[in-house]
């Protein structure tokens, strides 16, 4: 039979899509980004503040990212960590220069840095002739990916149910009990993973209390701090990384989405002393670290390392909280209070947050969905000011029709 005979009456039979429906998708199909705007088929023009759940940092279709992937793709596409990559090493020679981090193993999603930063914790203390300590503890409301191991690490039943037998070795606490935390710790504790500011659990930051009693209970028991700083990092909140707003470093820190623009790109960052298990052929990646995906990393770490754009985020992030506040406060009836940090910020909703985004969507603005009844706002980091003024109209509309509905 001609092949296409047999799709059509495959097709047919199948119930399933041909995409996997692990997605409630939206129906919208964008075609073309430019800056914080996203162009549907249809022509009509998007303001973007989800920015693909914290990814494009820079917007989409920043010329210094076109031009980092294009000229790279016109010399080499791929070649095996088995041979030396530069933009591998000249990312990971930016990485060590502006962060407490002294090595880098680059990943292509923050769940695969999830999985590596498990294992690299329990080498760590395999390795220092404690195998018994491999034990992390995490938080109620966290996310850190859909691996084995980013469920176990999540542990919440809509993330694990029907999958198990779960990864072993994952204790979970109330969020921000430092008591419950200072409790669990014993003799099989092998880390703390923790995001700073926990994204898909509602944009619910850590206080910087927090941040410091849980180095300080690390440090005390001799175990080591993992950050999740997939959602939160690079500049999201106005520092380079969150977890420098409480003036501490962790051992141990999982990046990914804005590290690489919208290319898929990843990266764990450790002290020498929490890496010193990860000896040649303890982990590997065929794809980690590629020239392609590095050559945007590159580009991405001189836009926002700059002191300067991170000022103009916190600047940024100063008007828009004011003005959603503005909006919380003329439609209490939709919203109850604007929260995060930096440009991660989100609205708790007292209607259904879904509707919120739904009726968002309605008025050409893209904000995201989280647990806890928020909406998140996640704009490119270089939003202008005038993106600022046009969201809260669109938002403000899309408040009036919730209210009316
Ligand atoms: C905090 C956090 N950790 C880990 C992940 C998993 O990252 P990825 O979807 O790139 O695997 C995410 C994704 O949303 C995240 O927000």
Known sequence: MHSFGLNVSKRMILMIPSVLPTYNRAPLQFVKGEGAWLIEADGRRFLDLGAGIAVNALGHAHPALVEALTSQAQNLWHVSNLYQIPQQQALADKLVETTFADTVFFTNSGTESCELAVKMARKYFYDKGQPDRVEIITFEGSFHGRSSAGIAAAGSEKMTKGFGPLLPGFVHLPWNDHDAVAAAINDKTAAILIEPV????????????????????????????????????????????????????????????????????????????????????????????????????????????????????????????????????????????????????????????????????????????????????????????????????????????????
């Open 198 to 405: 926990q994204g898909e659990g509602g944009i619910r930051p850590l206080p910087d209390t927090c941040m410091k009693g849980l180095r300080d209970l690390c440090d005390e028991h001799g175990i080591l701090l993992i950050l999740d700083e997939v959602q939160c990092g690079v500049g999201r909140t106005g520092k380079l990384f969150a977890h420098e707003w409480a003036g501490i470093t962790p051992d141990i820190m999982m990046v990914a989405k804005g590290i690489g623009g919208g290319f898929p790109l990843g990266a764990v960052l450790a002290t020498e002393d929490a890496a010193s298990g990860m000896t040649a052929g303890t982990h590997g990646s065929t794809y980690g670290g590629n020239p392609l995906g590095c050559a945007v990393g590159c580009a991405v770490m001189d836009a926002v390392a700059d002191p300067d754009f991170l000022a103009e985020v916190n600047r940024k992030a100063g008007l828009l909280r004011q003005k959603l506040e503005g909006l919380v406060a003329s439609h209490p009836e939709v919203f109850e209070e604007v929260r995060g940090s930096g440009l991660m910020l989100g609205l708790k909703c007292k209607a259904v947050n879904i509707d919120v985004v739904n009726a968002g969507y309605d008025n050409e603005v893209v904000t995201v969905p989280a647990a806890d009844n928020v909406i998140r706002l996640l704009p490119p980091l270089n939003l202008t000011d005038e993106d600022i003024a046009e969201a809260l109209q669109r938002l403000e509309k899309a408040a009036k029709q919730v209210a009316a509905a």
